[in-house]
């Protein structure tokens, strides 16, 4: 008897496992009072056959490896990162949210924040749903949020390769990054107090996950509307040759922050908390005291019309 039942956990290893659902919690989500609420689940582990679409499969990595000689130095070294990154995505990414086609995956000790991110992600795209159909999980796409209490971001295996297409442009480790090399992005979510202290960053806690996600929409945007990368450069120019906005934090000029992607995903934060003067620069040479969807179409009339064709105008804030 004692036998049968561990074949039959052995069988359990290697096949049938990835056929039992895992535990699940219903959540609901309210992307906008005037629309149906949507109810989603919250999988306390990443379902088998989207980690097969997102990521590397492993036996596949392992037959390749087995193939290979050894003067194959350079491929078996990176088969073997590949499948360490690999392993540690399904270790670390332990919970999941179907958000209208939109993969959220969270890491251990995310709990019920990966909500307040889905919540998010439901309501920027909320104008123009078929932004959600560009970041679809079958195309690839998906969001990591990962709890600071337990990570930090040269922890996440995807940050290892996205440094090598950063290359060096990178002059700090940022809190969160999208990297469409792997055609995702990561941001960290809110933490406790004794964090506020420390990093500037989690000042407003889903700033980072606003304006990470605001590069995702440019990205799916791009695709929707041909012309929009010819009227977001224009605004962009136009900032910069009126003096509207300087990056902030002493950024070097032409630095990898300085471009019509970052002004974008700038204009984003300021759409949705302009309240945050620190990470909102300078207008014509001063701090900016409120730069939001009220002063905009004051201060940035360009900008502030893509905005407005792209974003609801809600609050955001959980
Ligand atoms: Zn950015």
Redesign the pocket.
């Given at each position: 008897m004692r036998n049968i039942l561990c074949l039959i956990c052995l069988l359990c290893l290697f096949t049938a496992c990835d056929r039992i659902e895992s535990p699940t919690q219903q959540i609901l989500l309210h992307p906008h009072e005037a629309e149906e609420p949507l109810t989603h689940t919250v999988q306390f582990q990443v379902p088998k056959w989207l980690q097969d679409i997102l990521w590397e499969n492993e036996e596949q990595l392992i037959q390749d490896l087995v193939r290979l000689e050894l003067r194959d130095r350079e491929e078996i070294d990176s088969i073997i990162e590949a499948i360490r990154t690999r392993r540690e995505q399904s270790e670390d990414y332990t919970v999941f949210v179907d958000v209208d086609g939109m993969a959220l995956i969270g890491t251990r000790g995310i709990g019920t924040r990966i909500e307040e991110m889905a919540n998010i992600m439901l309501t920027m795209t909320q104008k123009h749903p078929s932004i959600r159909k560009e970041l679809h999980y079958d195309k690839g796409f998906y969001f990591v949020i990962y709890s600071p209490v337990f990570f930090t971001t040269e922890q996440l295996p995807e940050w290892r390769e996205a440094k090598k297409g950063f290359g060096n442009n990178i002059y700090l480790i940022p809190p969160g990054f999208c990297y469409f090399g792997l055609n995702m992005c990561v941001a960290p979510s809110k933490v406790s107090d004794y964090a506020v202290n420390k990093a500037w960053w989690f000042k407003n806690s889903w700033e980072v996950g606003i304006?990470?996600f605001g590069?995702a929409m440019d990205y799916a945007i791009r695709k929707i509307d041909p012309s929009f990368e010819t009227k977001l450069t224009a605004a962009y120019e136009n900032a910069k040759e009126k003096g509207l906005w300087t990056y902030h934090l002493n950024a070097p000029p032409d630095s990898f922050r300085d471009n019509p992607?970052?002004y974008w995903?700038l204009g984003i934060e300021a759409w949705f908390l302009g309240k945050n003067e620190t990470r909102i620069g300078w207008v014509n040479g001063e701090r900016s005291p409120a730069m939001n969807k009220v002063t905009l179409p004051e201060i940035d009339p360009l900008l502030y019309e893509l905005l407005n064709e792209w974003l609801p105008y809600v609050d955001i804030e959980p």
């Open positions: 304006h990470e590069h992607k970052e995903a």
